[in-house]
């Protein structure tokens, strides 16, 4: 093959492999074995994935979280505040990496996720028994400095109203103990403490019932109507206040927190119309104060709602697609401000947020190829029961190919053919020095006759040095000395000239005679 054949193809071969590298650029495929295990290999594609009821890894932190319940409740029978408050923001801290494990690994649709919910009722249980044990403790040292009656009576309403709460909040996390206890034992979970902090709860509000027994009734009365609901019903908290003034101002309580104010009508009477919102479900506390005075406990319930969520994509750009979806009860309530995941491929998650209709939306950057998107709600927190939409497939089409690759294919190209065509011309052949040649000493031809009658020595004698110089061919460039390097054997003339030319000297008749018969090349 000749060599140019040889090269020509292996720029083609070259210009070809960097544009089928060029096509994997921008979307690289790393790895892609199949049935190659070997013992010192495991093909990936055969490794069993994790399951998302594996539980393995929430086990540990569901021993930790049931061993705190144990040790929160003791801290709190002894009334040792300051080491409760420690014991509760560790509680509080655990929960919530519980909750967020629950969601990364899929687990809302198994028992863990019913475990989830009932601690996240007894951790609230846990802050409530505390702010009203420490509250009432309070309360008990006041009484006894407080003279006044109305002062005292007001103390006596408080109290009655902290013991009732401490009675319901026992009651609710008593009865959440069986299957609590049963899910933990399931996993192999030690659920000792967390079934002995119930027998110290029950001291506990017991203890507080033995306190100001026979206190009378308050004065403010409250009720709930109707007793339960679900989530975006309206419950109304209401009663009437004894001898009450019109305009009198109450703030209502659900759960020790601030749910709203009113106040009382011209019948000395009020209505709160509450929303049930983002609150758990079961069993609620809630209570009205006019001033210092408390009013009596009252309880409602919320029932779990099933949920829908659905998901829409729609491709932005050609890197870019836009998730929207609408999150719902079962009976079409739109869930408000709630939080969405989306879980990217089945791994990753991507957090957003319904707004005030219930709808979310979020933009996602993805990298070409199949992706995969879930919609997911967590109802931590909510009286809802967790809901995931299908799974969506989406197509994106990529930044598509850099030019680079073809510039670098080109320049790859033009600098081989460049290369090429350098290679196969032939040297060009150096150009040879033109020898030198030395004059004869003598031509034999006669040269050319010249007339110097008349003429002044000086230039007669120059007339014969240019007839010498022609007839040896010498240059006419040449100086007298040169020409006599040139042609030895007239060094002589060209000596005489030289200095009849630059030393100003006259040449006699015969010596102009016999240069002549010298430059004319005459033997006579």
């Known amino acids: 093959m000749r060599p140019r054949t040889s090269h020509i193809i292996l720029v083609a071969a070259a210009v070809l492999l960097t544009l089928l590298l060029a096509g994997e650029a921008v979307d690289p495929v790393l790895y892609a074995a199949e049935n190659i295990s070997t013992a010192a290999h495991a093909d990936p594609s055969t490794i069993e994935k994790r399951s998302p009821g594996d539980a393995a890894s929430v086990i540990p932190l569901m021993d930790e979280l049931l061993g705190h319940t144990g040790t929160l409740a003791l801290t709190i029978k002894i009334k040792d505040y300051e080491s409760a408050q420690r014991d509760l923001a560790r509680y509080s801290e655990l929960t919530s990496q519980f909750d967020r494990l629950v969601v990364t690994l899929d687990l809302s649709e198994t028992d863990i996720a019913e475990f989830q919910k009932n601690n996240r009722q007894n951790q609230e249980a846990m802050a409530a028994l505390l702010n009203d044990s420490q509250r009432l403790d309070e309360l008990q040292s006041l009484e006894i400095e407080v003279l006044d009656g109305d002062q005292r009576m007001a103390v006596v309403y408080e109290g009655e109203a902290l013991r009732q709460k401490m009675r319901e909040t026992y009651t609710a996390y008593a009865k959440r103990e069986p299957e609590t206890t049963r899910i933990a034992t399931h996993y192999g979970a030690n659920a000792t403490p967390y079934q002995e902090s119930v027998e110290v709860i029950a001291e506990v509000a017991g203890a507080a019932e033995e306190w ?70 079961g069993p609620h506390l809630v209570y009205a104060t006019a001033g210092a005075i408390f009013s009596e406990v009252a309880t409602f319930d919320v029932l779990p709602a ?188 060209f000596e005489r000239y030289e200095r009849i030319r630059y030393a100003g000297e006259t040449p006699t008749d015969e010596e102009l005679r016999a240069m002549e018969r010298e430059a004319l090349g005459r033997d006579d």
């Open 212 to 281: 100001q027994a026979d206190a009378p009734r308050s004065p403010l009365n409250i009720t709930v109507t109707p007793r339960e609901g679900r989530y975006g019903e309206n419950l109304t908290i209401g009663g009437r206040y004894v001898d009450g003034v019109p305009g009198t101002p109450l703030t209502i309580y659900v759960d020790s927190r601030i749910a709203g104010n009113t106040t009382l009508d011209e019948n000395a009477a009020y209505a709160y119309p509450y929303r049930i919102g983002r609150i758990l479900a």
């Open 306 to 493: 099933e949920t829908n969520i659905s998901l829409a994509i729609a491709e932005v750009n050609r890197t870019a697609v836009a998730c929207t979806g609408n999150l719902t009860t079962e009976d079409g309530r739109a869930v408000l401000n709630a939080p969405v995941l989306l879980r990217l491929d089945g791994e990753t998650l991507i957090s957003t947020q319904t707004d005030g209709n219930g709808t979310y939306a979020r933009t996602l950057i993805l990298t070409g190829g199949e992706h995969t998107v879930r919609a997911e709600f967590n109802a931590a927190g909510y009286p809802l029961n967790s809901s995931k939409s299908g799974v969506v497939a989406i197509q994106v089409r990529g930044e598509g190919l850099s030019p680079f690759p073809f510039i670098a294919a080109i320049a790859a190209a033009l600098g081989a053919g460049w290369y090429i065509r350098r290679r196969g011309l032939p040297p060009e052949p150096p150009v040879p020095e033109e020898p030198y040649i030395e004059p004869p000493p003598e031509i034999a031809e006669t040269g050319p006759s010249v007339e110097i009658e008349g003429l002044p020595p000086r230039d007669a004698a120059t007339i014969l040095f240019r007839a010498l110089r022609e007839r040896l061919g010498i240059p006419a460039t040449k100086t007298p000395r040169e020409c006599a390097r040139l042609a030895p054997d007239h060094v002589a003339f």
